[in-house]
């Protein structure tokens, strides 16, 4: 059986980054590594909130960007998650906005994914936050996933 990894709305958006900064084009480099030779490897889900981040507003990569995750198993909003993106807000453990950062690490929780993969490192993949998470899902009862970025699944497969 293969690990499976909740696909956030940051990884598809940077596999079609456009921005030119030294920052950008290695987290373009990376995921890209990643998601051309190494995705086979898990099972990936998103959910509908993944596709309405990606579909809302007007920028060159947003159907590049849809592309990627069109076709994925999509993980449902249910009452459990509802009820674990309210926790989470309560224990202030992610920002005030229900359907962003929250709802991503709920659904990963909630469906036991092994990881949540994403590029945003200030408030999900975020050494410093995790024990403040780990706290409140144990709390919960919920399952941990590991919150990481492509470079961390490429181990040793990583190219300057």
Known sequence: ?????????????????????????????????WWDNHRDDYELHTSDAVIDELERGDYPIRDDALSLVV???ILEVNEAVIDTVAAYLAHKLMPSD????????????????????TWN??????ANKFAHIRKVNGIL????????????????????
């Not at 996933?145 to 497969?157: H, I, K, M, Y």
Request: charged residues 20%; proline residues 10%; contains cysteine.
């Open 1 to 33: 059986m293969k690990p499976t990894i909740y696909i956030e709305t940051t990884i598809p958006c940077f596999y079609y980054e456009i921005r030119t900064d030294p920052e950008s084009e290695a987290r373009r480099h990376w995921t890209r590594q």
């Open 121 to 126: 490192c200030r408030h999900l993949a975020n």
């Open 71 to 73: 076709g994925f198993p």
């Open 141 to 160: 009862g919920l399952f941990v996933p590991s919150l990481v970025t492509p470079l961390e699944l490429l181990g040793e497969d990583i190219e300057p």
């Open 98 to 117: 229900p359907t962003g950062d929250a709802l991503h690490l709920a659904l990963a929780s909630n469906y036991k994914c092994d990881f949540l993969l």
